[in-house]
Structure formats: C-alpha cells, structure tokens
T-cell receptor, first 112, second 115 residues
Framework: KQEVTQIPAALSVPEGENLVLNCSFTDSAIYNLQWFRQDPGKGLTSLLLIQSSQREQTSGRLNASLDKSSGRSTLYIAASQPGDSATYLCAVKMDTGNQFYFGTGTSLTVIP | DVKVTQSSRYLVKRTGEKVFLECVQDMDHENMFWYRQDPGLGLRLIYFSYDVKMKEKGDIPEGYSVSREKKERFSLILESASTNQTSMYLC??????????????FGEGSRLTVL
C-alpha cells in the first residue's frame, strides 16, 4: 500500500525567507501528485498538480517538483509571508484505482 | 471554477441520532469521496463512489453508510451517532483520471460534534 510521508511535521520561519516542504512516497506508480493548503477549520485548497510525466509546476511564488523514480516531491515557497501560514499536504493518485493517498502535512508558521 | 459544497459547516448532535451530511459538486465529476480528519491521524477515507449508485468502502467505513442517487450528490449517513464520530468531515470530488488530470477538489468541511 502506498505510504506518503511529510517531514518536518512543523516549520517556523521568519517572513521573507525561502523555504522547501518535502513529500515522499513509497510506490512510484503514480498518476499525479497534488499539493494542498489547509487553513484551520477549513477544507483543503488545491495549490499545484503535477502529472507523473511532468517534473515541475509553478504558480506565483510556489514551485512544486516531482522526482517519480526516487519517490519525492518538494514544494518551494519564495519570499514567505505571514499569510502563507497554514498546513500543507501532499497527495498522490495511483496509476490504477480511484483512491488518493495523503501525507499528514507540514504546519507552517511565518513569523512577521 | 469547480465547486464542492457541503451543506452544513457545523453540526451538534446527540448520541444515537441519525445524521446526514450532504455534498454537492457542480462539475460532473465521476468520483466523490468522504474523509474524516482528526488531529494526529490525518485524512482517512470513509467511502468513495465512482458512479451513481456505486460505492466502495474506504479505510474506516464502520458506523457509516453512503448514498449516491444522483451524479452530483454524495451523502454520508451516520445511522446512530456516537461520541467517537466527533470529527471534521471532508467531501471531495474528481474526474476519473487516465484521460484528464484527475485533480481532486474539496469542500469546506463539516465539523460534527456528538454529545
């Protein structure tokens, strides 16, 4: 069964710093990988989706990369802001079946 | 934009009550999912459905049932609510994938408290 791990569980950085969040998965037979943001008490908001054939996707200050063969993805956040404070989760969809597998998230705090 | 709407953001119910959580999506997605999210346990899949009247058990189906009579609507039912079902419930939907991105979209969540 696919296992998705996110390390660290929590991260605190000063405003303006560039940072990297990590996501690793055990089974490389994935269809896509998706990064989400979750604010306290809210649902998950999709940030970036990377298809298995892609290496990276960018949206504004966010850049997500995928190395399928090594089972790793990173989410790079440039020039962090206090409004980026949230929990970030990654999820993979497998090549077969309809299920998604989630990491437990990284809680990010950006200190003004 | 895809929208996934959960009918109730906050509910408070008593032990033994029957609880309905409703979810509607407006983008003709085949797949719909119900998850619960608890601190330290992450997201856990309760049930999912890949077509009308079709359902599959997820990792924690005990104590829950689901209904999908129309493509856009997926309901989660707690036949007899218990205190250990106090949680955040998240509905999500996606296209089947394989000929499209398979992107997953979530609703705002329903916070259920069972007293």
């Amino acid at each position: 069964k696919q296992e998705v791990t996110q390390i660290p569980a929590a991260l605190s950085v000063p405003e303006g710093e560039n940072l990297v969040l990590n996501c690793s998965f055990t089974d490389s037979a994935i269809y896509n990988l998706q990064w989400f943001r979750q604010d306290p008490g809210k649902g998950l908001t999709s940030l970036l989706l990377i298809q298995s054939s892609q290496r990276e996707q960018t949206s504004g200050r966010l850049n997500a990369s995928l190395d399928k063969s090594s089972g790793r993805s990173t989410l790079y956040i440039a020039a962090s802001q206090p409004g980026d404070s949230a929990t970030y989760l990654c999820a993979v969809k497998m090549d077969t079946g309809n299920q998604f597998y989630f990491g437990t998230g990284t809680s990010l705090t950006v200190i003004p | 934009d895809v929208k996934v709407t959960q009918s109730s953001r906050y509910l408070v119910k008593r032990t033994g009550e029957k609880v309905f959580l409703e979810c509607v999506q407006d983008m003709d997605h085949e797949n719909m999912f119900w998850y619960r999210q608890d601190p330290g346990l992450g997201l856990r899949l309760i049930y999912f459905s890949y077509d009308v009247k079709m359902k599959e058990k997820g990792d924690i189906p005990e104590g829950y049932s689901v209904s999908r009579e129309k493509k856009e609507r997926f309901s989660l039912i707690l036949e007899s609510a218990s205190t250990n079902q106090t949680s955040m419930y998240l509905c999500a939907s996606s296209l089947l994938g394989f000929t499209n991105t398979g992107e997953l979209f979530f609703g705002e969540g329903s916070r259920l408290t069972v007293l």
